[in-house]
């Protein structure tokens, strides 16, 4: 596609619940990550995708937190029994060589835990 | 291990004004510097990046930035601003070798007053 795609924009669910959010990269783009934008916190590393590599896991907060990336294309963030805190507008990226490491963003998923 | 500091959280400047966003950064290796835009319920945009070369680095919409070595600094700057260029602002680094992870600072939050 023309851009990250990133859905849904807004999910509002219930503390303890799961949820899944979904990253469609640019077509072609190798490498995928995920980063936390909490207020007042800046941008979060999460996890980085890169080809057939094992991921990059080690921004992940708790064990709570899994994602995984299908066919080196579409990656899925699941968050496991949400918490308040968890609260926040989760990020999607992509890039490859070519585009000289500028990390194209998705709009991303603005969550809230109630 | 790399770390980005954004000295100022909030920066109001009035319309036409010249502006300055500092960032210093914290790296044992050598680094790719970057500059993001977050313009409200958007996504990042890339403003403009050094990877090598020259020190002064152009970007869009008028902007620039100076790499310093010695300072360790990147600091972005324009010299005159328009009420459109109201956004949050990120510095970011990469390190040269290694993992291909980009380390964001906290955001500046530049508001222009007409």
Redesign the interface.
């Known amino acids: 596609g023309a851009g990250?795609s990133q859905s849904p924009s807004n999910k509002v669910t219930e503390k303890g619940k799961d949820v899944e959010l979904r990253c469609d990269p640019i077509s072609g783009h190798t490498?995928l990550?995920w980063?936390r934008q909490s207020l007042?916190?800046?941008?979060e590393?999460l996890i980085?995708f890169?080809g057939n590599s094992a991921p990059?896991k080690s921004g992940l907060p708790s064990d709570r937190f899994s994602a995984e990336r299908t066919g080196g294309s579409v990656s899925t963030l699941t968050i496991q029994r949400t918490q308040q805190e968890d609260s926040a507008v989760y990020?999607c990226?992509s890039?490859s060589p070519g585009t000289?490491?500028?990390?194209?963003?998705?709009?991303?998923t603005r969550l809230t835990v109630v | 291990a790399q770390s980005v500091t954004q000295l100022d959280s909030q920066v109001p400047v009035f319309e036409e004004a010249p502006v300055e966003l500092r960032c210093n950064y914290s790296s044992s290796v050598s680094v790719y510097l970057f500059w993001y835009v977050q313009y409200p319920n958007q996504g990042l945009q890339l403003l403009l990046k050094y990877l090598s070369g020259s020190t002064l680095v152009k970007g869009i919409n008028g902007f620039e930035a100076e790499f310093n070595k010695s300072q360790t600094s990147f600091h972005l700057r324009k010299p005159s601003v328009h009420i459109s260029d109201t956004a949050e602002y990120f510095c970011a680094v990469m390190g040269v070798q290694g993992a291909q992870k980009l380390v964001f600072g906290q955001g500046t939050r530049l508001t222009i007053n007409p």
């Open positions: 990250v490498a990550y980063y007042g916190q800046g941008l590393f980085y890169q990059d990020l990226a890039s000289n490491y500028g990390y194209t963003f998705g709009s991303g």
